[in-house]
């Protein structure tokens, strides 16, 4: 759909850098910057502003709890980072200013001697976190932001009869419904709803970079009901009476357009460094591990264990919780089971788990079988909201229950990537491991036993590093 050029408020109505932070001091002295030599510019290429200084590529993270940003060269390496945390949650009434106000001390805080050298900027926000906006009153909010976890089951019923059954949009948190819960309220008829567009988290921080409307990625639309198969939205939704609202989309790390004169005049920035569409928190997060190759995978094992897949094949069946993203002429294919770290720390703290780790024979099995669950519930590879954890019986020896866990966890990875190879997907050939599971080598030595393919830690896992990986592509592109 066309998009109209429009500029965002003037950095004048931010606040004053400075006056009193909203945000947490001791994160604003975490930016580590890395001063690299000329040496880290063997190819000799030049920076947007025409030095001899190496070009610079800037991804920002926007998690559920703070922002982050990279800023990367073109081989990867890393000059400078940093990160500040969002006002305590339940402090939090308006998350867009929020948001603002930490994308533009993020900008701030990146060292005045790199900006001249940004050739291009890239931003990941989390998955479904929408907000809808006036396009004619330059960008006022009209609802939301409706955050990535919220569901408006009261939306459930329209959708479901409008989509193909087991539609990823067949969420109560999805973007759909919360359009569509919008759309049905009383409020959206009085208030400008023939000019609102539909934006998700990273298309409105980017909008405030470059001033354009209703522009997406298909990574984040997924979930709006766009198909990255055909590149297009389906009919049964543009047959709906607020399918103008809808964003164009394009690949993830396209150029948008130049950086606003503002924005670039008050911060230092090149003339023509460029602006980038983005991606989900989760997918940055796979791009950071540098892998695009079908059978190579990385899982995260945070609170939960969730797997992502590089298949030639796209698979979707919301029966066990597995869906698509597109990943160039690729498809990501994954789900999140609900076991992982959240079980491990409900039964032993830090020390105990490096402690117990350490008596451990990886080599050999364990032979009790468990279902670690937090609590009950589970969504892949078996979707059973009232599936009970299984954590009994428990041995003597604190180190053997641990095995224990640590082997059941394990196989609950293998069963949800042999159900990947099942419906379809290609045969798992390689994994990395991100997230705090990473670090324990016991557990990632058991892992590859039983998966029975290669397991290593990725290098980098963060996000913030995947988006700076989307602006290097989107510079490349624009040469």
């Known amino acids: 759909m066309p ?49 001899g200084e190496p070009s610079l590529y800037l991804g920002i993270d926007f998690g559920t709890s703070g922002a982050r940003y990279a800023l990367v060269d073109q081989q990867g390496a890393i000059h400078s980072e940093g990160k500040i945390t969002y006002p305590h949650v339940d402090k939090v009434t308006n998350w867009a200013n929020s948001w603002k106000e930490a994308l533009f001390h993020l900008l701030s805080d990146i060292p005045s001697i790199y900006r001249p050298s940004i050739s291009s900027i890239s931003i990941d926000g989390t998955s479904a976190t929408t907000l809808i906006i006036n396009s004619r009153n330059n960008g006022e909010l009209l609802a939301g932001p409706f955050l990535y976890n919220e569901s408006f089951t009261d939306a459930l019923l329209t959708v479901e009869s409008i989509a193909p059954a087991n539609h990823t949009v067949c969420s ?14 009383s409020s959206a008829g009085l208030r400008s709803r023939d000019s609102a567009i539909l934006m998700h988290q990273s ?57 606003k004169e503002d924005v670039r005049a008050q911060l230092g920035f090149p003339d023509h460094c460029v602006v980038c569409t983005g991606t989900t928190d989760s997918i940055a997060a796979f791009l950071a591990a540098r892998t695009t190759t079908p059978g190579k995978a990385v899982t995260s ?25 597109r990943l ?32 451990i024979d990886s080599s050999i ?18 979707s059973d909201p009232n599936m009970m954890p299984r954590l009994q019986p428990r041995p003597e020896s604190d180190a053997a229950y641990l095995h224990g866990i640590l082997e059941s966890i394990a196989r609950i990875e293998a069963k949800g990537y042999s159900l990947l190879k099942e419906l379809g997907a290609s045969a798992v050939e390689e994994v990395l491991t991100a997230g705090g599971g990473s670090q324990n080598e016991k557990w990632t030595a058991i892992r590859g036993r039983v998966l029975g393919v290669p397991v290593k830690k990725a290098e980098q896992t963060e996000a913030a590093y995947g988006a ?6 989107g510079a490349t592109t624009t040469h």
């Open 3 to 51: 998009t109209t050029s429009v500029y965002a408020k003037p950095l004048s109505h931010l606040p004053a850098r400075q006056g009193p932070s909203r945000f947490r001091r001791k994160d604003r002295s975490e930016v580590r910057i890395k001063m690299l030599s000329k040496q880290n510019n063997p190819r000799g290429q030049r920076s947007a502003d025409g030095t």
């Open 172 to 185: 109560g948190s999805s973007t759909l419904c919360k359009l569509v819960s919008w759309w049905n309220s």
């Open 203 to 259: 298309d409105w921080l980017l909008w405030l970079l470059h001033g354009q409307y209703g522009v997406s990625d298909y990574n984040n639309t997924l979930k709006v009901g766009y198909d990255p198969e055909t590149d297009a939205y389906p009919s049964w939704l543009m047959s709906q009476p607020y399918a103008y609202m809808l964003p164009s989309v394009r690949a993830p790390g396209a150029p948008i357009g130049s950086i």
């Open 301 to 325: 094992l945070g609170s939960t264990l969730a797997i992502k897949l590089v298949s030639s094949v796209r698979v979707d069946d919301a029966r066990f919780g597995v869906y698509s993203h």
């Open 328 to 359: 160039d002429d690729m498809w990501l294919v994954g789900g999140a089971s609900n076991t992982g770290g959240a079980v491990l720390r409900q039964l032993f703290n830090d020390e105990q788990l490096v402690v117990l780790s350490k008596e």
């Open 365 to 382: 099995p364990s032979p009790l079988d468990y279902y670690p669950l937090p609590k009950p519930g589970e969504r892949f590879p078996v």
């Open 468 to 473: 700076a990986l989307l602006a290097l592509k």
